[in-house]
């Protein structure tokens, strides 16, 4: 069974740092697209960067600059390099993987306090 799985959320001061992870199991990890999406209360789901499977990526506007994208296809995981957080990046931040079918991992908090 394809499974993601995020860690690396919690709660951290305005201009701080926060690294997530995410580990997949069950899929040829290598031939996925891969991204990182997030939803604040309130607020539709927004996509927040993107990695192609050989390491192209994208990212939404409001985190250029902050926010970088990786991945390690040894390892099956994902991560968000979150840099210089400010309090209206706090939301659910959720993995997503997809090749034929579309796959999300249940999500981890972060809160950007001011």
């Known amino acids: 069974q394809v499974q993601l799985v995020e860690s690396g959320g919690g709660l951290v001061q305005a201009g701080g740092s926060l690294r997530l992870f995410c580990a997949a199991s069950g899929l040829i990890f290598s031939i996925f697209a891969m991204g990182w999406f997030r939803q604040a209360p309130g607020k539709q789901r927004e996509l927040v960067a993107t990695?192609?499977?050989?390491?192209?990526?994208n990212y939404t506007d409001s985190v250029k600059g902050r926010f970088t994208i990786s991945r390690d296809n040894a390892k099956n995981t994902v991560y968000l390099q979150m840099n210089s957080l400010k309090p209206e990046d706090t939301a659910v931040y959720y993995c997503k993987g997809w090749f034929i079918n579309t796959y999300w991992g249940q999500g981890t908090q972060v809160t950007v306090s001011s």
């Open positions: 990695i192609s499977r050989v390491g192209n990526t």
